[in-house]
């Protein structure tokens, strides 16, 4: 009997077919696809992977009616032609699986995973991803395991679980769910937005629409907030600050009453309480408590932390990343991975001494997840990681070890002070046992030694005064904190949360590190708010999400929760249709003023419109002209930075200059490309990469057969800067024709 495992990525496959092989796997090619074909115990075995989703749902037929429910699974290479590098590893997998008679679904052990792996099942079985597979299909197996490691692959294999159909259910709910929700959602926004004779692409997912309802309603908080002046009245010994213990008073007069009682009375030392605290460990981390962490510690995008803790769980460092457990279950064999870390020079000191001491019972969190354990590094020694990994897997490596220590150990001191009929009290701490936190050195609590006091001890202060402050309004959230918002509501997934907010900022809705809703986010909220509020309710789409997780338990149905869903979006389908103008009327005005904060300035070409910092289909950012199609002008920006519009123009080119926060550093730059400020910054750019010259030779000669640039990422961006080098020789302006197709194509899309 063959055997098919489906991996869900080349590299996870690689590592499949090398942990499980008797010998060395063959490493075939077919269609541009690898696959691995090896024996184990006899058994012929195959292991193919996928690229992500290789079956994305789309509408059966073309047509804008509203609502749609006519979706079906169709490849995803002919459903998004960015897509179309995935028909050869789906050709592949339908050619080789059709030569087995045992398929073994080795894809993530999540929702997601789940639905890689069954469809490609369902296609090469049914030959159709949209029929059922039947339950009591006998040659069907599932491979669970949360590291790519040797030792788990071989486990998973050895004990295949059965396959888990109601996992699949689940999947197809949410997929299918979220589909026809974003799809009608987005259709009944920009038809709104038509009436008012605007065309522009608009969503709102699922949980996209309670998440800017959450913003939005903050951001009504900040505006609305009127902000009170109050005072404080603080006695300054030995630099510390005694607070009068009235704290913020609303009245001067009672500020300068007290302020007049300290200062005519002698100031005596009241009483000191002393007390020895103890600070456990943290639990090692679950997906969002490390995506916060390395926000707060590495200053680090959340959607950039799960990326690279997903790229160290494909090479074998660590176990896998999208889980909500703080647990660390013994089964693990936590004391070998212990002892496999004492093998790393970097850890070895940490991970000795817990050998020395048998402390191998690790501090846990209160959150469980049924499907993996909490985020742990494998034990295998790292090799070639980027700066960017080796801060993550630092972060978690520290942060396992140090479970597993002593608890630290805290003096508390407080004191407080009497002057008439006025207290004031300060308090500090000072850490007298570092226990865990000396391996976990990216938490460092402030330490303040409090003076040496007696009680009743009279002090002379330095300095009584009295200060002045003002209430402030509620703090905008970070993407970091917005994260664990959703997650204490209980609102998407941990794997999606992320993402969602990606999709906001995209959209246009929300702007900056300190998230504020735009005025156009502020016209989304308020138009839902009125007409359909059940977009914005937070207790549907969370009623929403404990379906799925009923479907996965076999408690409901799958058909049952998407009917359900489909009343809903009727209905609020049917409230767009009668009050489309006004919610479009809204919509217009809000994207009016929202323009006018991403406004540069006059257009420089035509002189019509104004230059707006844009984004393109592809979320890339870009100035462009107000008065597209008429006037293509473009400028390019840079990605993933903040861009803040000066309005100035600059001294050399006469375009305009924007100040960009990027990656930790602020700096101003002209827009323009090819102005003489930037001179420096091509020449840069050019002396870094060191690639072959015979790649810029075959770059800049059409004719050449010597085409080296796919060697190296340099080597491509150096070829491209030769055939631009090249054409301006020919011509002042001249630019290579696929170069300037290109841009014409990407400013058609871009609207």
Same mark, same amino acid.
């Given at each position: 009997m063959e055997k098919l495992i489906i991996a869900e990525k080349p590299s996870v496959a690689l590592r499949i077919a090398l942990s499980l092989s008797d010998t060395k796997p063959k490493t075939n090619v077919l269609n541009q696809a690898v696959y691995y074909e090896f024996e184990r115990k006899g058994e012929k075995i195959y292991v193919v992977p996928a690229a992500g989703h290789l079956f994305s749902l789309h509408q059966k037929e073309k047509g804008y009616t509203l609502p749609t429910f006519d979706i079906e699974w169709a490849p995803s290479y002919k459903v998004n032609k960015n897509a179309y590098f995935t028909k050869k590893y789906l050709d592949t997998i339908e050619i080789i699986g059709r030569k087995c008679s045992f398929f073994i679904n080795a894809c993530d052990y999540d929702i997601e995973g789940t639905i890689i792996g069954s469809n490609l099942i369902k296609d090469i079985i049914n030959r159709d991803p949209n029929k059922e597979l039947a339950e009591k299909t006998p040659n069907l197996g599932r491979m669970r395991f949360s590291t790519t490691t040797k030792p788990d692959l071989e486990q998973a294999y050895e004990n295949l679980e059965k396959f888990d159909y109601n996992n699949m259910y689940a999947g197809e709910s949410r997929h299918m769910l979220d589909w026809i929700w974003g799809i009608n959602m987005?259709?009944?926004?920009?038809?709104?937005?038509?009436?008012?004779?605007?065309?522009?692409?608009?969503?709102?997912?699922?949980?996209?629409?309670?998440?800017?309802?959450?913003?939005?309603?903050?951001?009504?908080?900040?505006?609305?907030?009127?902000?009170?002046?109050?005072?404080?009245?603080?006695?300054?010994?030995?630099?510390?600050?005694?607070?009068?213990?009235?704290?913020?008073?609303?009245?001067?007069k009672d500020a300068e009453s007290a302020l007049a009682e300290t200062e005519r009375s002698k100031v005596e030392v009241k009483e000191i309480n002393e007390s020895l605290e103890t600070r456990y460990p943290f639990p090692p981390f679950d997906l969002t408590s490390l995506q916060l962490e390395a926000s707060r510690a590495l200053k680090m995008d959340p959607t950039r932390t799960l990326a690279i803790a997903q790229s160290l769980y494909e090479k074998s460092y660590i176990s896998y990343p999208r889980t909500a457990s703080q647990k660390l279950p013994a089964t693990l064999n936590l004391p070998r991975i212990i002892s496999m870390m004492?093998?790393?020079?970097?850890?070895?000191?940490?991970?000795?001494?817990?050998?020395?001491?048998?402390?191998?019972?690790?501090?846990?969190?209160?959150?469980?997840?049924?499907?993996?354990?909490? &985020?742990?590094?494998?034990? *295998?020694?790292? +090799?070639?990681?980027? /700066?960017?990994? @080796? #801060?993550?897997?630092?972060?978690i490596a520290k942060r396992f070890l140090a479970c597993f220590d002593d608890p630290a150990t805290i003096a508390n001191t407080k004191i407080n002070l009497v002057a008439g009929s006025e207290e004031y009290s300060a308090s500090g701490n000072v850490i007298k046992s570092k226990g865990w936190m000396e391996i976990y050195n990216y938490y460092k609590p402030e330490e303040n030694a409090m003076p040496a006091l007696s009680k009743g001890e009279t002090i002379t202060p330095d300095k009584i005064h009295m200060k002045e402050g003002k209430t402030e309004p509620p703090k905008r959230y970070t993407k970091a904190s917005l994260i664990a918002l959703l997650e204490k509501k209980d609102l998407g997934t941990k794997a999606t949360r992320a993402s969602i907010?990606?999709?906001?900022?995209?959209?246009?809705?929300? &702007?900056?590190?300190?998230? *504020?809703?735009? +005025?156009?986010?502020? /016209?989304?909220? @308020? #138009?839902?708010?009125?007409?359909?509020?059940?977009?914005?309710?937070?207790?549907?789409?969370?009623?929403?999400?404990?379906?799925?997780?009923?479907?996965?338990?076999?408690?409901?149905?799958?058909d049952e929760v998407i009917n359900e869903g489909k009343q809903i979006i009727t209905k609020v389908v049917e409230s767009f249709k009668k009050n489309g103008r006004e919610i479009g009327k809204g919509l217009s005005a809000g994207l009016k003023e929202s323009e006018v904060a991403y406004m540069l300035g006059r257009c420089t070409k035509c002189g019509k419109g104004d230059l707006i910092i844009k984004k393109s289909r592809n979320n890339k950012q870009f100035v462009g002209c107000s008065n597209w199609p008429e006037c293509n002008n473009s400028y390019p920006l840079p990605q993933y930075a903040r861009i803040v519009p000066m309005r100035k123009t600059c001294e050399k080119c006469g375009a305009p200059r924007v100040k960009v926060f990027a990656k930790g550093k602020v700096y101003e730059m002209c827009v323009n490309p090819d102005c003489e400020t930037k001179r420096n910054w091509k020449q840069k750019k050019e002396e870094a990469p060191k690639i072959p010259n015979n790649a810029v030779q075959s770059a800049s000669n059409p004719d050449s057969k010597q085409i080296d640039t796919k060697k190296t990422e340099a080597g491509a961006h150096q070829a491209k800067k030769a055939v631009k080098k090249e054409a301006r020789k020919k011509g002042d302006n001249a630019k290579p024709k696929g170069v300037k197709r290109q841009r014409k194509k990407k400013s058609e899309t871009e609207e």
């Open positions: 987005s259709r009944v926004l920009m038809n709104s937005l038509y009436l008012a004779g605007v065309k522009k692409i608009m969503s709102i997912g699922r949980v996209q629409g309670p998440t800017l309802g959450i913003l939005s309603k903050r951001e009504l908080e900040i505006k609305n907030f009127e902000s009170e002046p109050f005072w404080t009245v603080i006695v300054k010994f030995k630099g510390i600050d005694f607070q009068n213990k009235k704290g913020n008073m609303f009245e001067r004492s093998q790393n020079p970097k850890y070895e000191h940490h991970a000795k001494k817990l050998i020395s001491g048998a402390k191998y019972r690790p501090r846990e969190g209160a959150k469980e997840d049924e499907a993996h354990p909490a &985020i742990y590094p494998t034990g *295998e020694l790292p +090799k070639k990681m980027s /700066s960017e990994e @080796e #801060s993550v897997y630092d972060v907010i990606d999709t906001l900022f995209n959209r246009g809705y929300i &702007i900056n590190a300190k998230i *504020e809703v735009t +005025k156009f986010g502020m /016209s989304v909220f @308020e #138009s839902l708010n009125a007409y359909c509020p059940d977009i914005l309710d937070e207790d549907l789409t969370r009623n929403l999400e404990k379906d799925m997780e009923r479907i996965s338990k076999g408690q409901k149905s799958k």
